[in-house]
Every structure is written in C-alpha cells, then in structure tokens.
C-alpha cells in the first residue's frame, strides 16, 4: 500500500491514538469483624471489662445473658453491641456513644444516666427505663414498668407499647413518646419534658396538663418518631402534654401539691 503525502501529514498530525480510559475499581471498605463474647463463659466483669477497652470500632454479639444485671455498662466510645437475650438490672447504664440492642426484655433502670448514644430493648422493660438519663436515644418496642424516664434530664424515649404509673416523674428536659397509653399520674411535678401519647391517660400527675399540637411539635415529634424508625404512624393521632409550671416557685395555695 502506497502513503501519499497528504496522508502522512493526516497520520502525523493525529497522532496515535490515546489510551482507553479505565476506571479504577473502589477500594473495599474494611469492617471490623463481630466478636461473639459468651456472658456465662467470660463472667460478667470480664465481658465487661472487654466493652469497656474497645476503640469505638468494635462490634460485639453477646450470648447467653440469662438475665445478667448491669451487662454493657459504662461504655464511651461508638461500638455496637447486640445482647441475645433477656437481661436483669440497669443494662447499658451510663451508656456515652455507643449502639446496644437487646434482642429480650430487660430489667430495672435501663439506659439508667445514659449521656449519648442508643438503646433500644427488642422487648419489654420493667421500671425507671431511661431514669436520669442525660441524652441519647431509648428506644423500647414493647411496654415499660411504672416511673419509665423518671426525672429524665435530655433524653429522648419512644415506647411502641404502654408505660405504667408515674412515668416522666420530676422529668427536667427531653422527649417522651408512647404509641401506647400512660398509667396513673403521668408527668407528675415535671418540669420542661415534651410528652406525647397516642393512646389513653389514665390520670395526669401534680402540674401536668394537656397543650395543644403546632406546627413545631408535630416536627420534633416526627424526627423522633424518624430516628426510633417508627414508620407508619401520623403526628396527628397525638395529644402533648407537659408543665403548668405552677409548681416552679412556692406558693402557699399549692402547698397540698408539694
């Protein structure tokens, strides 16, 4: 084949041709392996122990629980702890940052002075859920006992069930939601929690009344309901409640309420 000079000064200013462009495959994003840790064969301070050193990387499965108290306490940094199984007393108490889950009921004071981070208990609690408690996420998908998030100070609890007697006692700050009903003397001398029930009140507490539903209230309660991952449940099957604040300053006409 004969090049003719036209097609030599073509070749020539072309030049050869550029190379594919290829994209380079996505670096794998490691993941921190799961450490099964069996309750009953490590003891409770050893398992304990074992949360409480992690980096906040860590991811943890505990077995056989069988109703251990205080399991899963103390922890400060953002590890993620699954409990299989039912636990005693204050479980995950002084929770700062990490994400516990307990797949059964628990015990007495969950999340009890709880500052950071998320419980959520796939079952029921007894009494005191979330009591003191800080800051955070309790996330309960069953009932709870009598005095659930007793002078709760910041953090928010959502209820799928119903709550029993007292509950919000002397609360200062934070949100508490039920999908359920409330027992006797909900709210009783509160002082600034936002309250929210879908079902029946049985009685408000000393200082506790009904407020009305705006616009405000209607989207805290639907981020609540968001982070829980409540789905399916309108802001408008609510009714409020919180302080009188008749209670905040002595005064000797109040005085039985004291």
Known sequence: MTVTPEQTVR???LGPPEPAVTSAPAAAVPTTPV???DVQAAGLRETNRVLQASDG???FVLTRPRGAHALAVGLDTADEVVIDGPTGYYTAGMNDGADITVDGNVGVGVAENMMSGTVRVNGSASQSAGATAHGGLLVIRGDAGARCGISMKGVDIVVE?????????MGQAGRLVVLGDAG????DSLYEVHIYVRGEVAS??????????RAEHHAELEEVLDRAGVTGVSTDEFRRYGSARTLYNFDVDNASAY
């Open 161 to 169: 069930g119903s709550i029993g007697h007292m509950s919000c006692f």
């Open 204 to 213: 408000l507490g000393a200082d506790c009344v009904e407020k009305s539903m």
């Open 35 to 37: 450490r099964t840790i």
């Open 11 to 13: 070749l020539t200013t």
């Open 184 to 187: 006797d003397a909900l709210g």
């Open 57 to 59: 990387t860590g991811r």
